[in-house]
């Protein structure tokens, strides 16, 4: 099956720094990926749709001057949380899919803590 | 508005089996998917419906009814690492996928 990898893994930043997390399909070309965040307890949240080399487009409630989200290749988007506040700490996930079956796979997660 | 339902959490006994009921109502309607999710990972794929019917896979099986809104994963012959949540998700009209918030299971030996 298709592999999307995300990086870190994990991290811990200063409240007030920013954090970039990148997603990639390893073995697929994805035209549009996904990026979600998931609280404790809580089911995935869609924050934004990613579009390669067209601007990304933000659910209702979410900053895009604070999640900043680039699509440059067909095989790479990134967020980047600026200016982080601890009530950014999350679970970010993102997945990309396929044509057919509609099916979206997900990366790992990035756990992101703010201090 | 758009909305699927399931049940919070659910237990079942090692061995066993259980299904997990999921409906909803949304703006158009292009699958029905089933994720399945341990703490503290990203989820995983289970299975796709769009026709009404049964799929079986496995020890997992998914039931679709369109006229119904309504679907169920279906995982017999229990076992501990079966502990997870399970998450129902609905394909919109815009393709969008719609998540419910999730079942989480436990399973006791």
């Known amino acids: 099956g298709a592999v999307v990898s995300q990086h870190p893994s994990w991290v811990i930043c200063k409240s007030g720094t920013s954090v970039k997390i990148e997603c990639r399909s390893l073995d697929f070309q994805a035209t549009t990926m996904f990026w979600y965040r998931q609280f404790p307890k809580q089911s995935l949240m869609l924050m934004a749709t990613?579009?390669?080399?067209?601007?990304?487009?933000?659910e209702q409630g979410v900053e895009k001057d604070k999640f900043l989200i680039n699509h440059a290749s067909l095989t790479l988007s990134t967020l980047t949380v600026t200016s982080a506040h601890p009530e950014d700490s999350s679970f970010y996930i993102c997945?990309?899919?396929?044509?057919?079956?509609?099916?979206?796979?997900f990366g790992p997660g990035t756990r992101l803590t703010v201090t | 508005g758009q909305n699927i339902d399931q049940p919070t959490e659910m237990t079942a006994t090692e061995g066993a089996i259980v299904q997990i009921n999921c409906t909803y109502q949304t703006s158009g309607f292009n699958g029905l998917f089933w994720y399945q999710q341990h703490a503290g990972e990203a989820p995983t794929f289970l299975s796709y419906n769009v026709l009404d019917g049964l799929e079986e896979k496995g020890r997992f099986s998914s039931f679709l009814s369109r006229s119904k809104g309504y679907s169920y994963l279906l995982l017999k012959e229990l076992q501990m690492k079966d502990s997870a949540s399970y998450l129902c998700?609905?394909?919109?009209?815009?393709?969008?996928?719609?998540w419910g918030a999730g079942t989480k299971l436990i399973i006791k030996p």
């Open positions: 997945s990309a899919h396929l044509s057919e079956p509609y099916e979206q796979y």
């Open positions: 998700a609905v394909l919109a009209s815009n393709y969008q996928l719609i």
């Open positions: 990613s579009n390669e080399g067209s601007k990304a487009t933000y």
